[in-house]
């Protein structure tokens, strides 16, 4: 007779309670039970009182070849009660996850749904991204648009003020050498004497009119009086 370990539920609709039994192999879930083992109650918020075994009882059936079923199994592995039929399901899952992982393929599901959880992450942040590009990227040919349109309403105000008069620019001569300079200072000396000897030459010239007009006078006097002296001797 095969003997299995397995759970039977007990409880009311939402308020879910289970029975640890050893039953028959052949016989249904809520069938005839061999022995109650513990239960379990997932509800129970202390973790401590959530799972109630019958420890010495527990290994007497798996001594006498009892085969738990999985959850049993990993709730024996909670209280620390060892089966080799958990040993060999973690070694067969390990060689299957490792085999379908290798084909490229998630071994559960949710493996499947993290990896699309992931996706659709990186998709929405890439798509996030291109967004921000773009909307920089118009923002700056928006900015460029506007420049290029100040810039061509300045230009015809530019060519209609009038040009500011352009003063003339001083040359700036440099520094004259000591050699021109007393040449300049001896220009500068001979310049008055030049100026008065010509004032000197004009005056004489002036005067010289008058000096030929008094002799012309002169000799003009001279025959008058001749003539007066013939005139009286006759």
């Not at 080799?84 to 499947?112: D, I, L, Q």
């Not at 923002?139 to 290029?148: D, L, M, Q, R």
């Not at 002169?218 to 007066?228: A, D, L, M, V």
């Amino acid at each position: 007779m095969a003997v299995k370990l397995r759970m039977t539920r007990i409880g009311r609709r939402h308020r879910p309670f289970f029975r640890i039994n050893a039953i028959e192999s052949r016989a249904p879930r809520d069938g005839k039970i061999l022995e109650k083992l513990g239960h379990y109650d997932p509800i129970e918020k202390d973790q401590t009182k959530q799972i109630v075994l019958n420890t010495e009882r527990v290994q007497y059936w798996l001594d006498k070849g009892a085969i738990p079923s999985d959850t049993v199994s990993q709730i024996l592995l909670r209280c620390g009660i060892k089966n080799k039929y958990a040993e060999e399901k973690t070694a067969r899952r390990a060689r299957a996850r490792t085999a379908t992982r290798a084909k490229g393929k998630f071994f559960t599901k949710a493996e499947k749904i993290a990896a699309e959880k992931a996706a659709a992450e990186a998709e929405e942040k890439a798509k996030a991204e291109e967004k921000a590009k773009a909307e920089e990227k118009a923002k700056a040919e928006e900015k460029s648009k506007v420049e290029e349109k100040a810039k061509a309403e300045e230009e015809p105000k530019a060519e209609e003020k009038p040009k500011p008069e352009e003063k003339p620019k001083v040359e700036e001569t440099p520094a004259e050498k000591p050699e021109a300079k007393a040449e300049a200072e001896t220009k500068a000396e001979e310049k008055p004497e030049a100026e008065t000897e010509t004032k000197a030459e004009e005056a004489a010239i002036k005067e010289k009119p008058e000096a030929e007009q008094q002799e012309q006078a002169t000799s003009n006097e001279q025959p008058n009086k001749e003539e007066t002296e013939a005139s009286n001797e006759d």
